[in-house]
T-cell receptor, first 113, second 112 residues
Framework: DAGVTQSPTHLIKTRGQQVTLRCSPK?????VSWYQQALGQGPQFIFQ???????QRGNFPDRFSGHQFPNYSSELNVNALLLGDSALYLC????????????FGPGTRLLVL | AQSVTQPDIHITVSEGASLELRCNYS??????LFWYVQSPGQGLQLLLK??????LVQGIKGFEAEFKRSQSSFNLRKPSVHWSDAAEYFC??????????FGTGTSLTVIP
C-alpha cells in the first residue's frame, strides 16, 4: 500500500515564474491538505481539498491555488513566485471524517532564485 | 487563537540518556495534540497523539508524552535515546477548524 507521494522532489524556479506541485494521497484517502514549511520553521497550513473543492484555507495569498482531481490526487499552484516562497511543500492525506489523522508525504523542496 | 510553543530550538543529549522535549499550547477547548518527527529531507512521521482519556500516551520508537491541562503542556519523553533519534521534532495541535498548528520544532542532536 503506497503512502502519500509527491512530485517533483526538488524544483528550482526564478522570481515571477509559476510552479505546479503534485500529490497522490494514500490509498483510500479522499482529503488532501497542503503545508508550507520554511527553513527552520514548522509547517503552515495552506489549504485543504475534499470532493474537488477547497474546503479550508490558511493565511496564504491568492497566488496559492489548488485543485483536486476525481481520483483524489491534488495539485498546488503558485503564481508570481517570490523569493520567500522557497520552502518545503508538504502534502498530507486523510479521510474526510478523520481529518485529525493525516499522513504526510516526503515533500517537494522549492527554491526560488 | 491557537498556537504551539516549543521553547527549545536545539537540544543535545548523549546516547543512552533520557530526553524530554517541551511543548506548550494555547487552545480554547480540549485539544487534539500530536508529536511528529522529521528526519533530514523527509516528511513528517507521527510519533503519538492525544485525543482524550489517559493523559500519558505511548507512541512508536519508545516515545511517550504526558498531557497536563493545568500547565497547557504536552511534553515528549524517551527514557534512553538512540543515535537514530537525531531529527527535528514538532508538536502540533489540531483545531476545530480542521487545521493543524505546528510549533517551530526542536532539533535533537545525539552524541556518542
Amino acid at each position: 500500500d503506497a503512502g502519500v507521494t509527491q512530485s517533483p522532489t526538488h524544483l528550482i524556479k526564478t522570481r515571477g515564474q509559476q510552479v505546479t506541485l503534485r500529490c497522490s494521497p494514500k490509498s483510500g484517502h479522499d482529503t488532501v491538505s497542503w503545508y508550507q514549511q520554511a527553513l527552520g520553521q514548522g509547517p503552515q497550513f495552506i489549504f485543504q481539498y475534499y470532493e474537488e473543492e477547497e474546503r479550508q484555507r490558511g493565511n496564504f495569498p491568492d497566488r496559492f491555488s489548488g485543485h483536486q482531481f476525481p481520483n483524489y490526487s491534488s495539485e498546488l499552484n503558485v503564481n508570481a513566485l517570490l523569493l520567500g516562497d522557497s520552502a518545503l511543500y508538504l502534502c498530507a492525506s486523510s479521510l474526510a471524517g478523520e481529518q485529525e489523522t493525516q499522513y504526510f508525504g516526503p515533500g517537494t523542496r522549492l527554491l526560488v532564485l | 487563537a491557537q498556537s504551539v510553543t516549543q521553547p527549545d530550538i536545539h537540544i543535545t543529549v548523549s546516547e543512552g540518556a533520557s530526553l524530554e522535549l517541551r511543548c506548550n499550547y494555547s487552545y480554547g477547548a480540549t485539544p487534539y495534540l500530536f508529536w511528529y518527527v522529521q528526519s533530514p529531507g523527509q516528511g513528517l512521521q507521527l510519533l503519538l497523539k492525544y485525543f482524550s482519556g489517559d493523559t500519558l500516551v505511548q507512541g512508536i520508537k519508545g516515545f511517550e508524552a504526558e498531557f497536563k491541562r493545568s500547565q497547557s503542556s504536552f511534553n515528549l519523553r524517551k527514557p534512553s535515546v538512540h543515535w537514530s533519534d537525531a531529527a527535528e521534532y514538532f508538536c502540533a495541535v489540531f483545531s476545530t477548524g480542521n487545521q493543524f498548528y505546528f510549533g517551530t520544532g526542536t532539533s535533537l542532536t545525539v552524541i556518542p
